[in-house]
């Protein structure tokens, strides 16, 4: 039953994500010259993004569960989550410096956005660098949420970086889509999603499973 779900969550997944990538690339090129095919990279910068920022939630709920209940079953959720979500604001970060080459000229501009990410990206980074440093396991989940909780503050901080200083970066409020666009680009952020869900599920188990073994050896 329970590998079943997963395998239902992920062919679920790749189902839309195929769908999502074939009309991402069978929609007409920008009529801006400087773009042509390359706003399509939108198609993936953004649901990696977004993705990123649930994982990290994920992370941040499932550390202070830890803290709350002391249950390691919460810190194999958050380093499971926290993996995934590295993962996508790494790809956030090189689809954006792609996008920016485009549209801006230069692969990284130092933009308020671009530079939180980029601090973002260095927390979680020193989050995995802790935990891989400390041997004890329960030593490990309790340093690691808490320091998981003080890296959240990266999250709102990119987040609003373009609210409180000039950035190159468009906001949600300049942006105006088409509907095949929309639909598209909506089908690849649930997509993204519930690959994240189907990896969360299953690495967190197998996390579970490791742990278990260590615990008779």
């Not at 920008?30 to 399509?40: G, K």
């Amino acid at each position: 039953m329970r590998w079943g779900f997963a395998a239902l969550l992920l062919l679920t997944s790749l189902l839309l994500l195929s769908i999502g990538v074939y009309n991402a690339f069978s929609l007409p090129s920008s009529p801006q010259p400087d773009l042509r095919d390359n706003y399509r990279i939108v198609f993936f910068h953004v649901p990696s993004a977004i993705v990123s920022f649930i994982a990290f939630t994920t992370t941040l709920i499932s550390s202070i569960q830890y803290l709350r209940t002391n249950n390691l079953k919460w810190d194999d959720v958050a380093s499971s989550s926290a993996k995934f979500g590295f993962l996508m604001i790494t790809a956030a970060l090189i689809s954006g410096s792609i996008w920016a080459k485009v549209a801006w000229g230069s692969f990284w501009n130092w933009d308020p956005r671009e530079t939180t990410v980029l601090i973002l990206w260095f927390a979680y980074a020193a989050y995995f660098a802790l935990r891989e440093s400390i041997e004890n396991r329960e030593d490990k989940a309790k340093i690691s949420s808490i320091f998981s909780i003080f890296a959240y503050v990266t999250i709102p901080l990119s987040y609003l970086s373009t609210k409180f200083y000039f950035s190159l970066h468009p906001s949600t409020q300049e942006v105006s889509v088409g509907v095949g666009i929309g639909v598209t680009l909506g089908m690849n952020i649930i997509a993204f999603i519930l690959v994240f869900v189907t990896y969360l599920y299953i690495d967190s188990f197998l996390n579970g499973i490791e742990r278990k073994m260590e615990v008779e050896l």
